[in-house]
């Protein structure tokens, strides 16, 4: 674990949420570092809430029902003078970022233009973006509208909206009973109201990539291979790994934006060693404990950026540090069709350090060093016992009122804000 200088000051961090994997381990993260945390979120229990090291878990309104009560709600909070650091963890970056002059006088904020966010926040606007650089990406469309959507199609793909996150908004399209089953969901969740990509389907490896950029220059990277999938997509098991061509690739964006802050992105490394394809942006840090662990700590270099210094570019991370979140494993295992037997082998196997897990670290819910983290673990595993079938609802619950929605970036986007 890296160690605080002797001058070092503690924080007073104020985290926009606490339900999303990458709020529970910024928590950890700064924990660790010795910083104050407290924690929004409209949720009763989410993830964050079960930390030592969390002092204030508040609960607020929901920024996908109520974005203008959610946004006075944090400025009341940052108006009592406690917080030195407004930390956009998660979606909450897109409204932040459209009012953030008058967020800058009550706490340090990193985030770029809003005209920037806009612009990595959408898939669509992040494709269009990949072919203005020259940048590799799959073969896409961008369409409106199901007919033309049918027209695009061909087998396999993967049919995305221009707003989601959590993998909300994405499916792979196989075969025609895939293609109806999107359309069908796409017309319940008024989909077709904005644009839809269609994108060839490229196989090999999943990959991602992290960055954190000063005034347009990134100053901190960290890239990891999915070694094994989890719910919905997310990483149960990943690998750091190096990469020096979407290092540049990722400071080119990161440079064309002005980007102020975090920043992420996904790609496809083929099995031909070919590409890397890019496939998705994620215009905040991901997931921050993997790069920690690998040796380079994001989050500070995100909190001493959001406090108006210019820090010296980080060292790169370390290849081959393996790390894994328990919870993801157990979700991903039961939505394969693990029965309980599974089930109790992998709870096994992780506690014992063997199999996929040997000389692998957790980083979502690491109870040795935060022993409050295992009640949400303890409970996820419990109910997957009596029931491996619930882990399509459990999954879901990250997708709550913290994030977007089309309706949500609308209302944003208008002139209330």
């Not at 949720?43 to 204030?56: H, I, K, P």
């Not at 644009?195 to 950029?213: C, D, I, S, W």
């Not at 099995?271 to 496939?279: L, V």
């Amino acid at each position: 674990m890296m160690t605080s200088s002797p001058n070092f000051k503690p924080l007073r961090i104020l985290l926009s949420e606490g339900t999303s994997t990458s709020a529970r381990e910024a928590v950890t993260v700064l924990g660790l570092a010795g910083h104050v945390v407290d924690v929004c979120d409209p949720a009763a229990a989410g993830l964050a809430r079960f930390s030592r090291f969390v002092r204030m878990y508040h609960r607020c309104p929901g920024m996908r029902e109520n974005p203008l009560g959610f946004l006075r709600f944090i400025e009341g909070l940052l108006a009592t003078g406690d917080y030195d650091v407004l930390l956009p963890i998660h979606e909450q970056g897109f409204l932040f970022a459209k009012v953030q002059e008058r967020l800058r006088p009550l706490a340090g904020l990193a985030l770029p233009s809003f005209a920037s966010y806009r612009a990595a926040h959408s898939k669509a606007g992040f494709s269009r973006m990949l072919n203005e650089l020259g940048l590799p990406q799959p073969e896409t469309q961008i369409v409106a509208g199901a007919d033309t959507l049918r027209a695009a199609v061909r087998f396999p793909c993967v049919i995305k909206t221009a707003i989601g996150t959590a993998s909300r908004g994405v499916w792979m399209v196989r075969n025609d009973a895939d293609l109806a089953l999107a359309m069908k969901e796409l017309e319940a969740s008024k989909g077709f109201a904005g644009e839809v990509l269609v994108q060839a389907r490229v196989n090999g490896a999943t990959e991602k990539a992290q960055g954190v950029f000063c005034r347009g220059e990134l100053v901190g990277f960290h890239a990891y291979r999915q070694i094994m999938e989890g719910a919905g997509g997310g990483d149960a098991i990943k690998r750091s790994v190096r990469r020096d061509r979407v290092r540049d690739d990722l400071a080119t964006i990161g440079r064309h934006l002005a980007w102020h802050g975090a920043l992420s992105i996904d790609f496809i490394m083929p099995d031909d060693d070919g590409g890397p394809f890019y496939i998705d942006c994620n215009p905040r840090l991901v997931e921050p404990m993997a790069a920690y662990l690998a040796g380079v700590d994001l989050v500070d270099l995100l909190l001493r950026i959001s406090l108006g210094e210019t820090p010296d570019v980080a060292p790169a991370t370390r290849e081959g540090v393996v790390t894994h979140q328990a919870m993801q494993v157990l979700l991903g295992g039961a939505q394969r069709g693990g029965d309980r037997r599974d089930l109790l082998c992998i709870c096994r196997d992780i506690w014992c350090r063997r199999g996929d897990y040997a000389g692998s670290s957790e980083e979502l819910t690491p109870v040795r060093i935060d022993w409050l983290s295992v009640v949400p673990l303890m409970m996820t595993a419990l109910l997957l016992l009596v029931s491996p079938k619930l882990s399509h609802v459990l999954a879901k619950r990250g997708w709550g009122a913290h994030l977007l929605d089309a309706g949500t970036v609308a209302a944003i986007e208008s002139e209330m804000f």
